[in-house]
């Protein structure tokens, strides 16, 4: 071959990438103006053309994964993002999508394997840290999920989202510790004190005072429990019988704090030295000293994010409030005032319908519900709100296909075939309701179910079977009204 035409074929290779190149390039231009202008299938089309002429490029697999995560196609993006962050291991964006596509389809343990290493190579990355955080809460690692909102809340003082993640982390903790108390050790002066301490906070005063009494009886040199008891009388007005207390309370001897060392930890403050000191020690004052110090911890963590500008926590944290002192109407209105600020927010806009439905605002709460299903159809925990709440409003029918559906979807949702056996019943079908009246009927504790079940029975034309049905109802009727009036008795609040 001559020289001519060697150089010619040389040129004509040359000519042929620089195409190339020139057509991938543009391409590659493209795809990223679609991306900032939000066009992101149209950029996941060219994305993945890209890929097929450059293959096992992971800065291009990066490119596909985000632009199909960001069309909504989460399970599309994964094996693309997984690609890309084995071929590249320290290709940190690669495991933070990775770790956020994950989370969306609830695939959480290895989503927080994703967003750790995002941190190990790059350890200010505040997303991935809040992401893991709010990961690790939820599969109930709650001291890892607290040490993440820490850091968070240290990197940024006036980050609401990791205060009140920690002040959420901080009492998961404290059930966990009363958790453990309660295991071993059920009706001990420790286990009574917590108990009361949780009833007093949600106002539940009678109940609180009679346990507060209970524990003095075991424990008459306790600190802190004539002084419980002061408040409940204060707040049930009476003064003079809240002194009397008060008195007792000071006359009490000081801590040994050698021998009650956690004790006086807790009195000074110390939680988090209190909380390291115990460790693993498996003893009913160690529960109790942690329980307590997890507590007040989560008490500090809200009460730094109360100090903050106006935000979405702030609303969340009273509507829990509100709600654990059944007060559904003011919870209501904190989760609306909460919607504001993240309107986005399906969480929010589920405890929205929850407490309206609650405080039986039932036409207020069916719209919240609709709304939330028709964005997840499959769910059958929204299939069962809408349903019960359609019941509410005495629309058995409509009740009907949602119920079906919820129990389609999970056939342990008791509630679920609770609700489908009123609305069978209220429809004449007694008979249809009867499998899940039986269902259910583990669980009645006042002999509604037992009564609605032996009158199902005897529409059906089997009074036989609803014989014995309906004397046990009678007789979990005489044990709850003897129950309810030694308990009224027990829980009156008497004198000092």
Same mark, same amino acid.
């Given at each position: 071959?001559?020289?001519? &035409?060697?150089? /010619?074929?040389?040129?004509?290779? +040359?000519?042929?990438?620089?195409?190339?190149?020139?057509?991938?390039?543009?391409?590659? =231009?493209?795809?990223?103006?679609?991306?900032?202008?939000?066009?992101?299938?149209?950029?996941?089309?060219?994305?993945?053309?890209?890929?097929?002429? !450059?293959?096992?490029?992971?800065?291009?697999?990066?490119?596909?994964?985000?632009?199909?995560?960001?069309?909504?196609?989460?399970?599309?993006?994964?094996?693309?993002?997984?690609?890309?962050?084995?071929?590249?291991?320290?290709?940190?964006?690669?495991?933070?999508?990775?770790?956020?596509?994950?989370?969306?389809?609830?695939?959480?343990?290895?989503?927080?394997?994703?967003?750790?290493?995002?941190?190990?190579?790059?350890?200010?990355?505040?997303?991935?840290?809040?992401?893991?955080? *709010?990961?690790?809460?939820?599969?109930? &690692?709650?001291?890892?999920?607290?040490?993440?909102?820490? /850091?968070?809340?240290?990197?940024?003082?006036?980050?609401?989202?990791?205060?009140?993640?920690?002040?959420?982390?901080?009492?998961?903790?404290? =059930?966990?510790?009363?958790? *453990?108390?309660?295991?071993?050790?059920?009706?001990? !002066?420790?286990?009574?004190?917590?108990?009361?301490?949780?009833?007093?906070?949600?106002?539940?005063?009678?109940?609180?005072?009679?346990?507060?009494?209970?524990?003095?009886?075991?424990?008459?040199?306790?600190?802190?429990?004539?002084?419980?008891?002061?408040?409940?009388?204060?707040?049930?007005?009476?003064?003079?019988?809240?002194?009397?207390?008060? *008195?007792?309370?000071?006359?009490?001897?000081?801590?040994?704090?050698?021998?009650?060392?956690?004790?006086?930890?807790?009195?000074?403050?110390?939680?988090?030295?209190?909380?390291?000191?115990?460790?693993?020690?498996?003893?009913?004052?160690?529960?109790?000293?942690?329980?307590? +110090?997890?507590?007040?911890?989560?008490?500090?963590?809200?009460?730094?994010?109360?100090?903050?500008?106006?935000?979405?926590?702030?609303? *969340?944290?009273?509507?829990?409030?509100?709600?654990?002192?059944?007060?559904?109407?003011?919870?209501?209105?904190?989760?609306?005032? $909460?919607?504001?600020?993240?309107?986005?927010?399906?969480?929010?806009?589920?405890?929205?319908?929850?407490?309206?439905?609650?405080?039986?605002?039932?036409?207020?709460?069916?719209?919240?519900?609709?709304?939330?299903?028709?964005?997840?159809?499959?769910?059958?925990?929204?299939?069962?709100?809408?349903?019960?709440?359609?019941?509410?409003?005495?629309?058995?029918?409509?009740?009907?296909?949602?119920?079906?559906?919820?129990?389609?979807?999970?056939?342990?949702?008791?509630?679920?075939?609770?609700?489908?056996?009123?609305?069978?019943?209220?429809?004449?079908?007694?008979? $249809? $309701?009867?499998?899940?009246?039986?269902?259910?009927?583990?669980?009645?504790?006042?002999?509604?179910?037992?009564?609605?079940?032996?009158?199902?029975?005897?529409?059906?034309?089997?009074?036989?079977? +609803?014989?014995? !049905?309906?004397?046990?109802?009678?007789?979990?009727?005489?044990?709850?009204?003897?129950?309810?009036?030694?308990?009224?008795?027990?829980?009156?609040?008497?004198?000092?």
């Amino acid at each position: 071959m001559s020289i001519a &035409r060697i150089l /010619t074929l040389c040129f004509l290779a +040359a000519s042929s990438a620089t195409a190339q190149a020139d057509r991938l390039a543009e391409k590659s =231009v493209q795809a990223k103006e679609f991306m900032a202008a939000g066009k992101f299938p149209e950029a996941a089309s060219l994305y993945r053309e890209l890929n097929r002429e !450059v293959p096992n490029n992971p800065g291009l697999l990066l490119n596909l994964g985000m632009a199909l995560q960001m069309a909504g196609d989460d399970s599309g993006a994964v094996p693309q993002l997984e690609a890309a962050a084995k071929l590249d291991p320290r290709l940190a964006p690669a495991w933070l999508f990775l770790g956020t596509a994950r989370l969306r389809l609830g695939r959480t343990v290895s989503a927080i394997e994703a967003l750790n290493r995002v941190l190990r190579l790059q350890p200010d990355q505040q997303n991935a840290r809040a992401m893991l955080a *709010e990961a690790l809460l939820s599969v109930d &690692r709650a001291a890892d999920a607290a040490e993440q909102y820490r /850091t968070l809340s240290e990197q940024n003082p006036e980050n609401s989202a990791a205060l009140y993640g920690l002040g959420r982390s901080y009492e998961s903790l404290s =059930v966990q510790a009363f958790g *453990e108390l309660e295991k071993a050790g059920r009706e001990s !002066v420790y286990w009574l004190v917590l108990t009361a301490e949780t009833k007093h906070r949600e106002q539940q005063l009678s109940s609180a005072f009679y346990l507060y009494r209970r524990a003095l009886e075991k424990a008459p040199e306790m600190a802190g429990l004539h002084a419980a008891l002061a408040d409940i009388y204060r707040q049930t007005e009476h003064a003079d019988w809240a002194t009397a207390e008060d *008195e007792r309370e000071r006359h009490l001897p000081k801590p040994d704090c050698g021998v009650h060392k956690s004790e006086c930890e807790f009195d000074a403050g110390h939680y988090r030295e209190l909380i390291a000191n115990a460790g693993a020690t498996d003893s009913l004052e160690t529960h109790f000293w942690r329980a307590r +110090a997890y507590n007040q911890l989560a008490v500090e963590a809200f009460a730094r994010l109360g100090e903050l500008p106006p935000c979405s926590e702030q609303h *969340e944290l009273k509507a829990r409030i509100y709600t654990n002192q059944k007060r559904y109407s003011e919870a209501a209105k904190e989760w609306k005032a $909460a919607a504001v600020y993240s309107p986005t927010n399906t969480e929010i806009q589920e405890q929205l319908g929850v407490s309206l439905k609650f405080s039986q605002d039932y036409a207020g709460a069916l719209p919240v519900f609709e709304e939330l299903l028709k964005k997840r159809p499959a769910s059958e925990e929204l299939n069962y709100l809408v349903g019960d709440t359609l019941l509410d409003l005495q629309r058995p029918e409509d009740a009907i296909p949602f119920l079906k559906r919820a129990i389609e979807r999970d056939p342990k949702l008791l509630p679920a075939h609770k609700s489908l056996a009123r609305a069978e019943l209220a429809t004449g079908n007694d008979a $249809a $309701a009867i499998p899940h009246l039986k269902r259910v009927l583990a669980t009645d504790t006042d002999g509604s179910l037992h009564f609605q079940l032996a009158r199902a029975y005897q529409a059906a034309g089997q009074p036989e079977l +609803a014989k014995p !049905v309906l004397a046990e109802y009678q007789r979990i009727q005489q044990t709850a009204l003897a129950d309810r009036q030694a308990s009224q008795e027990e829980l009156k609040i008497t004198p000092p």
